[in-house]
């Protein structure tokens, strides 16, 4: 029997707006599923996540869930 590990989860939530931002972060935001100022997503915390959340760290808020 294997056992899964959870993966942490992380609250996204953009707090600036993306006009006259470049179309790389739009698209990243978009690819976070934030398409509106102060709508707020959940994620798994993986590599690929973070890198996004990195990209645009000056236009959204992270917090960790806790479960």
């Given amino acids: ?10 609250q996204i939530k953009q707090v600036k ?3 006259n931002r470049p179309a790389r972060q739009k698209r990243t935001l978009d ?3 934030l398409r509106r100022m102060n ?13 996004m959340v990195n990209a645009v760290r000056h236009l959204v808020q992270v917090t960790e869930v806790v479960e």
């Fill in 1 to 10: 029997m294997q056992l899964q590990q959870t993966m942490a989860k992380i």
């Fill in 17 to 19: 707006s993306r006009i």
């Fill in 31 to 33: 690819a976070l599923g």
């Fill in 39 to 51: 709508q707020v997503v959940v994620k798994d915390a993986s590599p690929e996540i973070l890198g």
